[in-house]
Nanobody, 125 residues
Framework: VQLQAYGGGLVQAGGFLRVSCVVS????????LGWFRQGPGKEREFVAV????????YYQNSVKGRFTISRDKTKNTVYLQMNSLKPEDTAVYYC???????????????????WGHGTLVTVSS
């Protein structure tokens, strides 16, 4: 199983961007999928997670109402739609997958089993 994130780029504050992550292999339907980010000089932090059924999502407080995580089983892809972007959203965005049962601590890196390479999102002021 591999995760490949793409779609990052440069956007002005107030703009929008969608990053995507393709999950190869046959485990997409059974994986909990999440997004993390790491800004300049900062530690990696949780952004959003979506459960296997696609109906349950959780977000970091600072992105609630602006970001939306979704998944498309026909494309084995998880998305992060980012609206009303702010300069503080500048970061490398990583997708992650958990193949085990739910567990609950979705905001921790250790919750996830697999990680993709990141994609850089830069928000200019």
């Amino acid at each position: 199983v591999q995760l490949q994130a793409y779609g990052g780029g440069l956007v002005q504050a107030g703009g929008f961007l969608r990053v995507s992550c393709v999950v190869s292999g046959r485990t997409f339907g059974s994986a909990v999928l999440g997004w993390f980010r790491q800004g300049p000089g900062k530690e990696r932090e949780f952004v959003a997670v979506i459960k296997r059924n696609g109906d349950t999502t959780y977000y970091q407080n600072s992105v609630k109402g602006r970001f939306t995580i979704s998944r498309d089983k026909t494309k084995n892809t998880v998305y992060l739609q980012m609206n009303s972007l702010k300069p503080e959203d500048t970061a490398v965005y990583y997708c992650a997958a958990r193949l085990r049962s739910w567990g609950g601590h979705y905001w921790l890196e250790a919750f996830y089993d697999l990680w993709g390479h990141g994609t850089l999102v830069t928000v200019s002021s």
